[in-house]
T-cell receptor, first 110, second 111 residues
Framework: GNSVTQMEGPVTLSEEAFLTINCTYT??????LFWYVQYPGEGLQLLLK?????DKGSNKGFEATYRKETTSFHLEKGSVQVSDSAVYFC?????????FGTGTSLTVIP | NAGVTQTPKFRVLKTGQSMTLLCAQD?????MYWYRQDPGMGLRLIHY???????AKGEVPDGYNVSRLKKQNFLLGLESAAPSQTSVYFC??????????FGPGTRLTVL
């Protein structure tokens, strides 16, 4: 079946630290991959996406590369800020359904 | 352009009561979804719709019903609420091969 596995949190980092949140997937066919972010009390917002193998999605300093050979879509940011504190969800789209990971909570401390 | 809106934002029910959650989108999207979000479990798909007049079951459909009478609206009903349905409910809409856009959520407590 289709599923997404992402690293469990919570993750706590100091400001300007390097961030990696791991995401791997299982899917039939050729899914599109997404990272969503959820700030406290809000709905999910698209952070970035990639629609085919080797594509790199990027936004607001975050990046993720669609790796078909390792079925991964790890999220990275070189220097996190306090304002990046949120919950991050990895997701895949195949057919007409999205599948979400369980979310990784990130807290950035000054 | 309001995007995806949900009403109500908060609701408290007693066990056995019924209610309807309304989702509306103004982006002319064909696809609409209802999810529930519970701690440690991420988002789980309840029901979805691929167009006006169509609905389909997701991962956790039991205890819920939906209707899509108009393209822009997707209603989620609880006929007899149970404490296990205490959750945050999110609606989303999309085109087939593109991003899902989420509403702000409805926080439901069933006592």
């Amino acid at each position: 079946g289709n599923s997404v596995t992402q690293m469990e949190g919570p993750v706590t980092l100091s400001e300007e630290a390097f961030l990696t949140i791991n995401c791997t997937y299982t899917a039939t066919g050729y899914p599109s991959l997404f990272w969503y972010v959820q700030y406290p009390g809000e709905g999910l917002q698209l952070l970035l996406k990639a629609t085919k193998a080797d594509d790199k999605g990027s936004n607001k300093g975050f990046e993720a590369t669609y790796r078909k050979e390792t079925t991964s879509f790890h999220l990275e940011k070189g220097s996190v800020q306090v304002s990046d504190s949120a919950v991050y969800f990895c997701a895949l789209l195949t057919g007409n359904q999205f599948y979400f990971g369980t979310g990784t909570s990130l807290t950035v401390i000054p | 352009n309001a995007g995806v809106t949900q009403t109500p934002k908060f609701r408290v029910l007693k066990t056995g009561q019924s209610m309807t959650l309304l989702c509306a989108q103004d982006m002319n999207h064909e696809y609409m979804y209802w999810y529930r979000q519970d701690p440690g479990m991420g988002l789980r798909l309840i029901h979805y719709s691929v167009g006006e007049g169509t609905t389909a079951k997701g991962e956790v459909p039991d205890g819920y019903n939906v209707s899509r009478l108009k393209k822009q609206n997707f209603l989620l009903g609880l006929e007899s609420a149970a404490p296990s349905q205490t959750s945050v409910y999110f609606c989303a809409s999309s085109t087939l091969t593109d991003t899902q856009y989420f509403g702000p959520g409805t926080r439901l407590t069933v006592l």
